[in-house]
């Protein structure tokens, strides 16, 4: 079974960037759709980005949108989460999944996950 490992989180200032990579270990991503999560002290986990296994549809979250873009290389056995324009209320751990077949939005419906990455994001 495929094992997602996340990197890339850091510290930036507001209205900078960060690119968040997930990388598959113990196998691929072929034949997966990859999420992008993100929980935040004391609130939900929440949904913000998926990429489908085509790479022709992908998901983004209202809050989101328009700031981050994803992609995946399955070569390089990755999924990437590009992050412009950072506000503090990014600020969260971010998480990758995977599940086999289409995109899902709730965490739920995803079945492998990785330990996250923190991003913090100063105003």
């Known amino acids: 079974e495929v094992q997602p490992v996340e990197s890339g989180g850091g510290l930036v200032q507001a209205g900078g960037s960060l690119k968040l990579s997930c990388a598959a270990s113990?196998?691929?991503?072929?034949?997966?759709?990859i999420g992008w999560f993100r929980q935040a002290p004391g609130k939900e986990r929440e949904g913000i980005s998926c990429i489908n296994t085509a790479r022709n549809t992908s998901y983004f979250a209202d809050s989101v949108k328009g700031r981050f873009t994803i992609s995946r290389d399955d070569a390089k056995k990755s999924v990437y989460l590009q992050l412009n324009s950072l506000k503090p209320e990014d600020t969260a751990v971010y998480y990758c999944?995977?599940?086999?077949?289409?995109?899902?939005?709730?965490?739920?419906?995803?079945?492998?996950w990785g330990q996250g990455t923190q991003v913090t994001v100063s105003s």
């Open positions: 999944a995977a599940r086999r077949g289409l995109c899902a939005i709730r965490a739920h419906n995803f079945d492998f």
């Open positions: 113990g196998s691929t991503f072929d034949g997966y759709s």
